[in-house]
């Protein structure tokens, strides 16, 4: 590869890399009933699943970057990691932290913006997991607002993954903004990997026309194929 | 008094329910354990704990948990806490487990072993309890062979001994079992955690495929001798081997401890395809040496390599049951010696799978969506010709089927087919059928 | 951009090389190629004009029929291109002037463009009625009205370019790369990047009113001279590890025409095209035209790769 590349023109190439951002929640209440530890243990347990998924598909590099919110939103990993080098350390929770959600979500729109983000890479994944509300509504809604305003922002693959009993799901929608996108738990993150496809389908483009996200989510459903009990057939085909 | 008496009747705290003690089945370190019946007839096991120290914070331990919901229809949760009339202290109830559930311990001794899709039964229910158990950031603390209970016949599995459960900042007296102990526990670097469970659930796991202790070899075993004045203490030799220089058995880059001559994990070891114990050396070379979750095997990655495990069974020709191994075509029989003779191989997009009996097509075979709870076909014995086998279409969908040299078919549902070399579409998704 | 040296006409040789491979993510998907390029002109022997057309249909499959649309789309640019300079040269300079002014090319090239792809596509449609399987896709897509539009099916990308004696014309609609390299050896973007062609979106000719999406440029080599130019689809800028990779290709392209000849360009140019498609690159089709200058061969300056 390297002497065809350097017959080539240019500074050589590469596969587009898809980014891939989590929104940590780190405020007080993540202390209680071992959310933080559910928090870490989703990360840990996505991370496999997306090793696996850009060994397969052949196509992007994954980067991960993480930003934690509690009081305010810091970056937890700043430059872009590669997914099979991540080196997870686990976030804690703030002692009676509050939920800046909506300045971690315009961290991030800042990082997807024109001027930051790279152009060639595929739409980016935001993965936001938290177990509550946002305590700076007003920041929230105007994060809502800037990241919807950019074209990576609104091409962005937004996902959510509620930890703890009871959460309240309601933010967690309005941030994903597609209803056929379900708000996750826990348990089933590994099939954060099965939403990246739609991720790859960059190369499939679309003309500006029809809906934004429904194209969106009917990339990311798959057939309803299910068990089924029937009578049993005496047929042997 | 100190514990109820058979007779008895204790209270359920939020329901009132009464429970009548039947009998005394246990006694534990921590208490003793009846058999009750609730007014309905229904058994229930009830836990009285001694009087200790800690009395209170296992009172709060035990309410907090029975204020989650149970993770896992495994885990034999506190129900309620209960009282005494008369006594004082506290017990709780919690599901009778039946006496089908044996420890894992007993199974191994046994001469006759339960079958490979039975113990990757097994090894899936566990994975998945602990999965909903961790995800929820809770942690066990004490996994070994007295907890975690095993149905050898239906492969199910029952969690006992659930009052250690909970969330890592919660604290708790218990460092766990030693086989079972993470190094870093071992060596008092760090409390129970997630990260320790993983770690303990690998060596459980290791135990239900390979027969033995991962780190039990050739090393450890010299360390033991005759020589009276030479022995060193029992304590020393698990800090040294168990914590603070523990190696694998089959650790790839240092071949010093492999298994003994007699260790019945030679045998096992070699029967499994490369893939499965690529889990396992990364669960005890990085995940021995690097405490962390990204380092230990997550449940995540056991789920995806025990149901791979699954869709690679078959049986030789010799009526053993093997393992196909695609790294490495013409393994032999651990059995016969032979290259077993080819079998159907489905191409399906989560990988190649061996169609042999008991096998289950799900979702995750067709749309890699993890989706493997449900079973959408499953193959069998032919009923009417030996050797052959026939593919049942459990799903709601027709199969359009293309067998070589035939023309279109369909298998709709309910409907069986014979396997035999062919093209096969599941809705959008296209699959073959070669037998090599 | 100034016009006043029109009259005369340059003696100028230009070599125009094109190549369009198909995506590895086309070839695992069984995705035709939708890329297109087509070019015309009295290529290797005489001045100008000559004219060079690249499309790349969009792959999500709302746009079922887009290397068809892609076809259709650079091959009546082309056409539309010829009869635009078949004008310009007839005209005397006043009328150069107001043809190749902004307002009579959105008049009469882009309008010709769209209207007459809309018309070969909805032929193309008549003749060729959707089948069962693409009925089967429509039905799938609720929020997309084919009844409307039915041009939908064949959406694509667009660049057309000619160069008419000392006038060079490039027009554009959705994205993919135009690049040029000046006289002395500067190289930039014609047509600006439109910065909310990100993820998987793109302008396109099956849009409403697609004129407004339409990006144009005119330059004068006469003021301005031009060695090369490129035109090329997205798959080959999303495969460049230098977001700005404009200039170092386009230099080092200059470099290999000095020094191992054009047709060692030509040669070689599939091969970068493919590495591009492939899964070490993009993995999307590929599509690169080049029109290089002889003035360019006959300098020895570029410091590019050899």
């Known amino acids: 590869m390297n002497d065809l590349n350097s017959l080539m023109p240019g500074g050589g190439i590469s596969r587009r890399s898809l980014h891939f951002f989590i929104l940590a929640d780190c405020s007080g209440s993540m202390k209680v009933d071992g959310r933080i530890q559910s928090l870490n243990y989703a990360i840990a347990s996505i991370a496999p699943t997306l090793i696996n998924w850009e060994r397969e598909q052949e196509q992007a590099q994954i980067f991960v970057r993480a930003i934690a919110f509690a009081d305010q939103a810091w970056w937890h990993i ?29 961290m991030v729109a800042d990082a997807i913006s024109p001027e930051k983000f790279e152009p060639r890479s595929l739409r980016p994944v935001i993965l936001l997991i938290t177990d509550g509300k946002p305590t700076d509504v007003e920041e929230f809604e105007i994060g809502l607002r800037e990241l919807f305003s950019l074209p990576a922002g609104k091409a962005a693959i937004r996902l959510a993954v509620a930890i703890g009993q009871g959460a309240n799901v309601s933010y967690l929608s309005r941030f994903i903004n597609d209803p056929d996108i379900p708000v996750l738990v826990a348990e089933n993150v590994d099939q954060i990997a099965v939403k990246l496809t739609a991720a790859t389908l960059a190369i499939s483009k679309m003309s500006s026309i029809g809906s934004d996200r429904k194209q969106v989510s009917e990339q990311i459903i798959l057939p309803a194929v299910n068990s089924f009990i029937q009578a049993d057939d005496d047929t042997i085909v | 008094m100190l514990y109820p008496s058979v007779g008895d009747e204790v209270k359920m705290k939020r329901t009132n329910t009464v429970i009548k003690i039947e009998s005394r089945v246990a006694e534990g370190g921590q208490g003793v354990v009846f058999r009750g019946v609730d007014s309905g007839g229904h058994d229930l096991a009830v ?205 790839p880059s240092d071949a010093s401890n492999r298994p003994e001559y007699d260790s019945p994990v030679l045998r096992w070891w070699d029967i499994y395809p ?61 059995n016969c010696s032979m290259t077993p003779s080819s079998v159907p191989i489905l191409e399906a997009p989560s990988g190649a799978c061996v169609l042999s009996p008991g096998f289950k097509l799900t979702r995750h075979h067709l749309f890699k969506d993890f989706d493997y709870k449900d079973s959408i076909g499953s193959v069998e014995p032919h009923p009417n010709i030996p050797g052959e086998l026939i593919f049942r279409n459990t799903s709601n969908i027709s199969w359009i089927i293309e067998p070589v040299g035939e023309g279109v078919k369909e298998v709709k549902p309910g409907q069986r087919m014979q396997v035999r070399p062919m093209k096969m579409h599941f809705d959008k998704i296209g699959t073959t059928i070669s037998n090599p | 951009m100034t016009t006043q040296l029109f009259e005369k006409t340059l003696e100028q040789f230009w070599y125009v090389e094109m190549t369009s491979e198909k995506g590895f993510m086309h070839i695992r998907n ?123 099916a064949y959406g694509t990308t667009l660049i057309g370019c000619t160069i008419i ?97 054009m047709l060692w360009v030509r040669e070689n140019l599939p091969n970068w095209a493919k590495l591009c498609a492939s899964r070490e690159g993009s993995g999307d089709d590929t599509t690169i035209g080049l029109i290089v200058s002889e003035h360019l061969l006959n300098r020895h300056e570029y410091g590019g790769k050899i």
Not at chain 3, 38 to 51: M, Q, V
Not at chain 3, 54 to 72: M, P, Q, Y
Not at chain 3, 106 to 121: F, Q, R, Y
Request: with cysteine; hydrophobic share 35%.
């Open chain 1, 78 to 106: 700043e430059s872009p990691q590669p997914i099979d080098l991540l080196n997870w350390v686990p976030l804690t929770h703030v002692e009676k932290g509050l939920t800046s959600m909506g300045a971690a979500i315009r």
């Open chain 2, 47 to 251: 836990k009285w704990y001694r009087k200790n120290k800690y009395l209170e914070r296992q009172y709060n331990q035990i309410e907090n948990l029975t204020n989650y919901s149970r993770p896992h229809p495994s885990f034999a949760w506190p129900i309620d806490i209960v009282n005494h009339p008369t006594i004082v202290g506290f017990g709780y109830t919690m599901e009778w487990v039946e006496a089908r559930f044996v420890s894992l311990v007993e199974v191994l001794k046994k001469k006759v072993q339960p079958n490979f899709r039975t113990l990757i039964t097994i090894g899936i229910e566990l994975n998945e309890a602990f999965s909903a158990l961790h995800s929820r950031g809770l942690c066990y603390r004490d996994i070994n062979f007295g907890n975690l209970l095993v149905d050898p016949y239906r492969g199910d599995v029952s969690i006992v001994d659930n009052d250690n459960i909970g969330s890592e900042s919660s604290r708790q007296g218990i460092k766990g079992t030693l086989r079972f102990m993470a190094p870093e526990l071992i060596l008092g670097n760090s409390s129970p955690s997630i990260v320790t469970d993983l770690y303990s659930l690998a060596v459980f796991l290791f135990y239900l495929f390979m027969h033995g202790h991962p780190l039990e070899g050739q090393k450890v075993n010299a360390s033991y001798t005759w020589d009276k004045g030479q022995e060193q203490s029992e304590t020393v030799k698990v800090t040294h081997f168990f914590g603070r220089e523990p190696l694998f058995v089959y650790d």
């Open chain 2, 274 to 334: 490369e893939f499965f114990k690529g889990v396992f050396v990364k669960a005890f070379t990085t995940g021995l040496k690097e405490p962390s979750l990204m380092k230990r095997v997550t449940e995540t990655q056991w789920r995806g390599a025990l149901h791979q495990l699954n869709d690679q069974l078959f049986s030789c020709g010799c009526g053993a049951a093997v393992f196909k191994d695609f790294d490495i075509p013409d393994k032999r029989c651990w």
């Open chain 3, 30 to 152: 069984n995705m035709p190629l939708q890329d297109s390029i087509s070019s015309s002109g009295n290529l290797y022997s005489e001045a100008g004009p000559i004219f060079l057309a690249v499309a790349d249909g969009h792959g999500d499959i709302s746009h079922f029929r887009s290397s068809t649309g892609a076809s259709i789309a650079t091959s009546l640019t082309i056409e539309i291109l010829q009869q635009f300079a078949d004008k310009v040269q007839l005209a005397g300079q006043t009328e150069k002037d107001r043809l190749i002014s902004s307002d009579n090319i959105v008049e009469t090239v882009l309008k010709d463009i769209v209207s007459n792809w809309k018309t070969a596509v909805l032929d193309d449609l008549a003749n060729n009625p959707f089948n069962s399987n693409e009925i089967k896709t429509i039905e799938a897509r609720k929020l997309t009205d084919y009844e409307s539009n039915p041009t939908v």
């Open chain 3, 165 to 261: 004696g000392s006038v060079v014309l490039f027009v554009q609609i959705g994205d993919g790369d135009v690049v040029v390299m000046a006289g002395d050896g500067s190289v930039y973007n014609p047509i600006p990047i439109d910065p909310s062609l990100v993820s998987n979106r793109t302008t396109s000719l099956c849009q409403k009113n697609p004129i407004q999406s339409f990006r144009i440029s005119v330059i004068n080599i006469e003021s301005t001279p031009i060695d090369m130019i490129m035109l090329s689809t997205d798959g080959f800028g999303n495969s460049q590890i230098e977001p700005n990779w404009y200039k170092g290709v386009l230099t080092d392209i200059a470099s290999f025409s000095q020094k191992h000849g």
